[in-house]
């Protein structure tokens, strides 16, 4: 099987791609590689609260919606 390479694909095929397998590799490209320079950050460490936050904002991502 040949291995998929991810800086081809578009950001709607990588998300896509990410909610059908849950790669990691792929959700690395997405929210490291092609993160927004403007993106608003999270300081770490997390407490739980601060954690899903943080979880929530990233599913919101995935399926291409904005913040709330």
Do not use: C, W
């Not at 800086?7 to 397998?21: D, G």
Request: hydrophobic share 35%; aromatic share 10%; proline share 6%.
């Amino acid at each position: 099987m040949n291995k998929l390479n991810f800086k081809e694909m578009s950001r709607a095929e990588l998300r896509a791609y990410i909610i059908a397998t849950h790669d990691d590799e792929a959700i690395y490209e997405l929210f490291v590689n092609r993160r927004n320079p403007n993106a608003k950050k999270y300081p770490a460490p997390l407490d739980e609260a601060g954690f899903k936050i943080m979880e929530e904002a990233f599913h919101r991502k995935i399926q291409g919606e904005s913040e709330p």
